[in-house]
């Protein structure tokens, strides 16, 4: 049974009303409460959707061009899709958390493998280097740079440059 609250008593606009009921979406039922047109979690229309599957804002995008959601959405198991969000404080991931295909763990953040290898490390991790490339290990690394400042490079140039404030290397 659907019930509805009209706001200006017009219930003939369908875009001035909130609706407390049920959608049936892919052959499921679920309890909900909508404005306007939008009554499933995934539609193109604005409103708002809190569902029983998860709450939405706004119309539909698509997601790398495969996964359809709305513009503001959160799922019932935590995921949440969001566009043009601003997130301050304290962001927590969890070890093994991926960011743009950037691992994060309790004290590193790296990405690629072998050659490729990128790394940011704190120094809990028994490695010698804070930012390492080119290798998993810090020791074998073509690139490193000790928390001392001490910078490795299997090869590079540099000019117009001071080391240590005394020598110059052009």
């Known amino acids: 049974k659907q019930y509805e609250i ?12 909130i609706s407390i009921g049920t959608s049936v979406v ?9 404005s306007g047109s939008k009554t499933e979690k995934i539609s ?9 599957d998860g709450l939405a804002l706004g ?3 698509k997601i790398n061009n495969t996964t359809t959601v709305s513009k ?14 601003i997130i301050s404080g304290v962001l927590t991931a969890g070890a093994g958390s991926k960011i743009g295909g950037w691992t994060l763990t309790e004290n590193k953040l ?13 120094g809990t991790n028994n490695e ?6 080119g290798a998993e290990s810090s020791a074998n690394a073509n690139f490193s740079v000790t928390r001392e400042g001490i910078i490795t490079a299997k090869s590079g140039t540099f000019t117009g440059i001071t080391v240590n404030g ?3 290397i052009t």
Request: aromatic share 14%; hydrophobic share 30%; glycine share 8%.
């Open 6 to 17: 009209h706001a200006n008593n017009d219930a003939d606009s369908n875009n001035n009303n």
């Open 26 to 34: 892919n052959n499921v039922k679920y309890g909900n409460i909508h």
């Open 44 to 52: 193109d229309y604005e409103g708002f959707y809190l569902g029983t």
């Open 59 to 61: 119309k539909t995008i």
């Open 72 to 85: 503001f959405q959160v799922n019932t198991d935590g995921t949440l899709y969001a566009t043009g969000a």
């Open 110 to 122: 790296y990405s690629g493998s072998t050659t490729t290898y990128v790394a940011l490390d704190s």
């Open 128 to 133: 010698k280097c804070a930012i390492w490339a």
């Open 166 to 168: 005394e020598s110059s």
